[in-house]
């Protein structure tokens, strides 16, 4: 029980996410690639179906589309509501676009699989649609913990005036791939905690513009 706690702490910072309240409203855990039916896709690209470890989820959120997108895109913020993000900087200029880079680091925790160690993560945005979906991919590395690559994928859909974000993420790596239903838990917990503290930030900010 322990691990799998320490999973999702690592799950969290490893994605850069902190936990509120407000879950998203559905996720489902994908350990072996499943179908590509309902895989999340930006501009005809998915994530690595290949992978061992992959997981999707999605929310519905009470803003405005631009409102959530401009949360999501400024990563120089994230450091702001995602506490265990402890640095985020562009590495280029300029609105977010295919080809634009950006690197963050985070501290993870002591796990099963690796010491407690701070995360650098270089992330490269391989497609990109305006206020539709978001592609990036990169490696993880710090001392003692490496993802060789991972490949996170993110849809936007404007719904009845609310907001629909799918996401998906794989990961590859020896280290891992040691356990993989650890690391998908990792993974999962992570991806949820994201969804929720976008949801709480863009609908706080909604409500503060209507005052």
């Not at 994230?78 to 640095?87: E, F, G, I, N, R």
């Not at 992570?190 to 503060?208: I, P, S, V, Y």
């Amino acid at each position: 029980m322990k691990n799998r706690m320490v999973a999702v702490a690592m799950a969290v910072v490893v994605s850069g996410l902190v936990g509120t309240t407000g879950a998203p409203a559905r996720a489902e855990a994908r350990r072996d690639g499943g179908s590509d039916r309902a895989t999340v896709r930006c501009a005809g690209k998915t994530v690595d179906t290949a992978a061992k470890i992959r997981y999707r989820t999605e929310t519905t959120i009470e803003a405005p589309l631009r409102t959530v997108w401009k949360i999501q895109t400024d990563v120089e913020r994230w450091p702001s509501w995602q506490k265990p993000v402890l640095s985020s900087k562009r590495l280029d200029r300029g609105p977010l676009r295919s080809g634009s880079s950006f690197r963050w680091t985070t501290a993870v925790p002591e796990t099963a699989l690796n010491p407690a160690t701070t995360l650098v993560v270089t992330s490269t945005v391989r497609q990109l649609q305006h206020q539709e979906c978001l592609r990036w991919e990169g490696p993880a590395i710090g001392a003692g913990l490496r993802i060789d690559q991972g490949v996170h994928v993110w849809t936007f859909a404007e719904i009845n005036g609310r907001v629909l974000v799918r996401t998906e993420e794989t990961w590859r790596g020896e280290q891992v791939e040691r356990d993989v239903g650890f690391s998908t838990e990792a993974l999962g917990g992570g991806l949820e905690t994201w969804l929720t503290e976008l949801k709480t930030l863009a609908e706080r900010e909604c409500d503060r513009d209507r005052r």
